[in-house]
């Protein structure tokens, strides 16, 4: 008799507990920082709006330039804000960051600056990159497996593997 009951109450209790983490609801993905208007697709219009808008935040003194200087004070910005918000903050690597904030990446010409139309394009580039089927938009799926593939070419770049090179477009 006893066992049975134990039985019963373990099985009642197992059932509770499963029933009660069922309904306990996900917790929403943050939104697509280019997801302006917050309905969970990304258009282009909203990654050039978004790039504009932190294009101004760094051209601190509005000369339509962002400088290695700006660069830097930006990020520092960014990172304190990380911090007074109690976020996890990435620990730069040993001997420091590689470059002193303006990379090749950053500034295609090599003239020491980014001027609006150098930021857009690159913002365009990323988006286009993350655009999987070119429609325009950035879906939650597209966002997905683009995270993935940042991982991966992370994990590769760590390895010392190259990643291989994309597919020619048809």
């Known amino acids: 008799m006893r066992k049975t009951v134990l039985t019963l109450m373990l099985a009642a209790s197992a059932i509770t507990s499963t029933a009660s983490s069922a ?11 280019q997801d302006a208007n917050h309905d969970g697709v990304a258009t282009r219009a ?6 504009d808008a932190r ?32 976020r996890d903050v990435p620990v730069p690597p040993p001997g420091g960051r590689k470059h002193d904030g303006m990379g090749r990446r950053m500034d295609p010409n090599g003239d020491g ?14 988006f286009d990159r993350m655009d999987a ?6 879906d939650a799926t597209e966002r997905a497996n683009a995270a993935e593939m940042r991982h991966v070419d992370r994990r590769e770049r760590r390895d010392g593997m190259t990643p291989p090179a994309p597919a020619p477009a048809q």
């Not at 996900?26 to 697509?32: D, I, K, V």
């Not at 909203?46 to 790039?51: F, G, K, L």
């Not at 089927?133 to 950035?138: E, F, Q």
């Open 46 to 51: 909203e990654a050039i709006a978004q790039a």
């Open 23 to 33: 309904q306990t609801p996900t917790p929403p993905r943050p939104p697509m920082r």
């Open 133 to 138: 089927n070119h429609d325009g938009t950035i």
């Open 113 to 126: 600056s980014v001027t609006r139309e150098e930021f857009e394009a690159r913002a365009l580039k990323r």
């Open 55 to 86: 294009f101004a935040q760094m051209d601190t003194d509005h000369d339509g330039r962002v400088s290695g200087g700006e660069m830097r004070a930006y990020r520092a910005a960014v990172h304190d804000r990380m911090i007074a918000s109690g």
